[in-house]
């Protein structure tokens, strides 16, 4: 699950234009805070596609693992979309990030949220490990607050999109 999870943060940092569309992903990672053992991921959700619709897919940890997810995908429609990459646009680049990157969970959910398009790149992060630094950089209350609506917002979009897959 870990090689995974790489890769699809590498595939975060890969984004490309079309002269049709903007490309964008969207991508939450519940589980980011570590302490002598490395986070343990709750859920993951990746939203990408461009203006013109977009594919889901949400995994979530089964009851009593560590290592098995419950996946679910499917597609959002273009008015969806529309409205959420605008919001997330407009809304993320007045938040702060951490500084140094990933020294500290400055918005205290234990949640990483990344939204990346051609021209705009922004994930916040937390500390992995042991080595833990407090940030220089801190969110408000009201930061906060519009944290925690963004990331109810993409939970919602992946929960009324997402569909259960066969086991």
Excluded at 68 to 94: F, W
Excluded at 112 to 117: Q, V, W
């Amino acid at each position: 699950m870990l090689k995974q999870l790489l890769l699809i943060l590498s595939c975060l940092l890969f984004v490309q234009y079309t002269s049709t569309a903007m490309v964008f992903k969207v991508f939450l990672r519940e589980g980011i805070v570590g302490g002598f053992a490395g986070p343990t991921v709750k859920q993951v959700v990746e939203i990408s596609g461009d203006s013109n619709g977009a594919v889901v897919a949400h995994s979530t940890l089964k009851p009593g693992s560590k290592f098995d997810y419950n996946q679910q995908s499917g597609e959002v429609t273009p008015q969806e979309i529309h409205t959420l990459m605008g919001d997330l646009h407009s809304q993320l680049k007045q938040l702060p990030l951490e500084n140094p990157i990933g020294s500290d969970d400055i918005y205290g959910r234990d949640i990483s949220l990344g939204f990346f398009t051609d021209e705009f790149q922004w994930q916040n992060g937390g500390p992995e490990g042991c080595n833990r630094s407090p940030s220089s950089t801190q969110a408000t209350e009201q930061q906060k607050a519009v944290f925690n609506e963004l990331v109810e917002r993409v939970l919602s979009v992946s929960q009324k999109f997402a569909i259960k897959k066969q086991d």
